[in-house]
Each structure stands twice: as C-alpha cells, then as structure tokens.
C-alpha cells in the first residue's frame, strides 16, 4: 500500500533525525590514504593510543585516562590483565563506536567558484584554478567529500598486524618511489627486470606486513615502530 504524503514526511523526519543523533568526529588521512579509500583498498585504520597504558611495578596494567592532569579526567582504568584484552576499552575511543562516523579530512583548496578540490586528486599538486592548498587538519566539515561508518574497534598493540590487517591498511597501494625510496637493493632489481623487457620473474617486493611497517615509521618515525605501542585498531566502510 502506498505511503501517504503525511506518512512519507514523517518518516522522513525520523530519518533526518537519526542522521543527526549519529555522532560524527573527524579524522585525517593522507593523500595515498584517502586515494585507497575512494578505490576500495582501505578499511582499517591504526592509531596511537595517548596516553599509552603502562604496567606497575605489581604487574598492573593502568590507563590514566584521557586528560590526566585535567580536573575532570575521563577514561581511566586498570586490570591484571593486558589492555587488549578488556572488554570495555574499545567504547574508550575517541575516534568512536561501532556505528559512528568519521569525517575525513585531507588536504584541499577553495577555487573562484566556490568549488572544493581535492590534492590527492590532482596531478599537478600547484593547479588549484585560484585556490591555494590549506592543511588537512583546517578542513571544515562542509569541505569533506568522505564520510564513513565505523563497523569495529579493538585496542592491540601496534607489530600484532597481520598480513591481512595490512592489505586492508591500504598498503598495497603505496607508489613504487615510496617502496624504492625505503629498499634501495628492490629498487635496483626492479629496474634491471624492467631494462630487461621484464623478462623473467617480478622481482619480490616487500610483504604487506613490511610495507606497513615502512609506512607507520616514515609517518611516526622509527623508534615509534620499535616501541610497539599500544593503537586503537578501526575498520570502517564508506558510507
């Protein structure tokens, strides 16, 4: 039976209403980053956990919350057991819950005409038709062409990536000079096998999981990859 024209705005009221009822935070991503969302090849995401839970002298795990210096602290918590492995931590996250959403913000510029463009979308990263490229991190809300709807969310400490956690980290659509720039040796047998007419085996490239690895320390630098911290693991999909 179809739906009346009062029935269909009603329903459309609800609808709007539980759009807005959904919280919604922004995130930055980079430009390789947000390319490999748009094609599909990006689903999770790692970040720091800050501050980092640490252990007591008594084997205790702590996290002293979000704002430990501050007068209303918020998140605080402690167990025997490793923080991977409470139950409630996930909700902790600032990034959001399952069924929240992510905003993303990259790296754009404001033409004549009002439009917005998009530098991970530009060849030439100087042509912006009179705008001028502004920082991720001052995006606006109205800029965001990219909205997207967490569907998981698990504290683990940073090297317990697997392959498959990897590829979905997008790292497979990292460019070549980025792979060349960090093995130079696969640079060199990639090119002889090219010269060759690449004639013979492709030359083996690094793992996923190494490609993340390069990935995390050209962007936290090394020491952050050694440390193994502990990161908020979130998978989410366009919505």
């Given at each position: ?139 606006p809300r ?12 698990c504290v ?55 490609r993340f ?27």
């Open positions: 039976m179809p739906m009346s024209a009062t029935k269909a705005h009603h329903h459309d009221t609800i609808e709007a209403a539980a759009r807005q009822a959904v919280k919604e935070r922004p995130i930055l991503f980079s430009g390789p980053m947000v390319r490999a969302i748009i094609e599909g090849r990006k689903t999770q995401t790692r970040r720091i956990i800050k501050p980092q839970p640490y252990q007591d002298a008594g084997g205790w795990w702590h996290f002293d919350g979000f704002r430990p210096k501050a007068k209303r602290n918020t998140g605080a918590q402690a167990g025997s057991h490793p923080p991977d492995e409470w139950t409630l931590f996930p909700y902790s996250c600032p990034y959001g819950s399952i069924g929240q959403r992510l905003w993303v913000r990259e790296t754009w510029a404001q033409q004549l005409d009002g439009n917005f463009i998009y530098r991970a979308d530009q060849e030439n990263a100087y042509f912006t038709l009179g705008g001028t490229w502004r920082p991720s991190i001052h995006m109205i800029a965001s062409r990219l909205l997207l709807e967490i569907t998981d969310v683990q400490s940073l090297q317990c990536v697997d392959q498959q956690d990897a590829i979905d980290e997008g790292v497979m659509t990292l460019p070549n000079r980025f792979i060349f720039d960090q093995l130079p040796e696969y640079e060199t047998r990639y090119l002889a096998w090219e010269r060759d007419g690449k004639n013979g085996r492709h030359p083996i490239g690094p793992s996923p999981y190494e690895s390069m990935l995390w320390k050209s962007i936290h630098g090394p020491e952050s990859w050694e440390s193994n911290p502990y990161v908020w693991a979130i998978t989410f999909k366009p919505v």
